[in-house]
């Protein structure tokens, strides 16, 4: 029973705070990842966007010169 | 206004959710205690929390909007609940994603089918179901009034998962305002990690909180701008197309 009780209380203590390091360093990595790819497709969307916006707005005003 | 430039507010609120993002790595990694049972790993807790916390705020806000919407019928409250919805869906993934990565080394498993994930992915999915209807009308009124009704009927998703750990016996621990049910969990052996054990651990989940609502705020504004962006493309491509026709004919 005594052996027993400290055997638990050795294997308590002997936990290394470093064993699930790879878990801790593979969440993080894939939450920014998550948040980057967000991001850049913000970015993106942005650029097709205003590539769009440039476009249109070139054939308006060949229109617009076109009509005068 | 010119959507295609970032205005002065979204570039100071950009560049300050960067550093607050920073700052709450810095104390995660180097100010928040090694936590007694799980070790290192449990640093994870804090970015998981702070992204379904900040996920929550998210879809609080698509409701507002939604609500919003259904009594004003004004186009910016479905541009904020659609804006909204969409990092929410974010930060829900990075909780998701995050909480499964922790329950490996603390369960053993990466996923179970307990009452909170099982809420959680019937939340997310609800959400992105949103995109679905929003793609299926065509028409821009309808469109708005539909997303609005379900905005604001799927947050009983996000209700329903912040209660399910309170009224239903889960192994998901309880953080928040639930020390009865930590500590019956425990005795139950059903939770071996309760939370919070420290005052540091409190100051360290704060910052992180801050941070991710600054970058919630951010994201937001860029996501509102990048919104106005289409509406007027859209503009100008029906423009361009009544002008196309007129020219053929």
Do not use: C
Request: net charge neutral; no cysteine; proline share 2%.
């Amino acid at each position: 029973m005594t052996l027993t009780i400290l055997s638990s209380f050795a294997l308590q203590t002997g936990v290394d705070p470093n064993q699930f390091n790879n878990y801790l360093f593979l969440g993080y990595a894939v939450m920014w990842l998550i948040g980057l790819i967000y991001v850049a497709s913000l970015a993106m969307r942005q650029r097709n966007l205003r590539r769009d916006l440039d476009l249109m707005e070139d054939i308006l005003q060949d229109g617009d010169q076109e009509a005068s | 206004m010119d959507l295609t430039r970032l205005n002065r507010n979204t570039r100071i609120l950009n560049i300050a959710a960067a550093l607050a993002l920073t700052f709450a790595m810095l104390t995660i990694f180097f100010y928040a205690p090694v936590e007694q049972t799980m070790g290192n790993v449990q640093r994870i807790f804090y970015f998981h929390v702070g992204s379904a916390w900040v996920g929550s705020l998210a879809f609080l806000v698509a409701l507002f909007g939604g609500v919003m919407f259904l009594r004003q019928a004004d186009r910016k409250w479905d541009t904020l609940a659609v804006a909204s919805v969409e990092i929410g869906l974010v930060f829900l993934s990075m909780a998701i994603v995050s909480g499964s990565v922790w329950g490996k080394p603390a369960w053993n498993t990466w996923w179970l089918w307990s009452p909170r994930l099982t809420m959680v992915t019937i939340a997310w999915l609800a959400y992105a179901a949103y995109f679905m209807l929003r793609g299926a009308v065509d028409d821009e009124e309808r469109r708005a009034r539909f997303s609005a009704v379900y905005v604001i009927i799927s947050f009983l998703t996000i209700i329903l998962t912040f209660v399910s750990i309170r009224v239903l016996r889960d192994i998901h621990p309880v953080v928040f305002g639930g020390a009865m049910e930590s500590a019956q969990g425990a005795s139950e052996g059903l939770q071996e990690f309760s939370g919070l054990d420290s005052t540091k651990m409190v100051i360290t989940l704060n910052v992180t909180v801050i941070a991710f609502t600054l970058t919630f705020a951010a994201w937001l504004l860029n996501r509102i701008r990048l919104q106005r962006l289409t509406d007027q493309t859209q503009l100008l491509k029906s423009r361009v197309s009544e002008y196309l026709q007129g020219e053929a004919s």
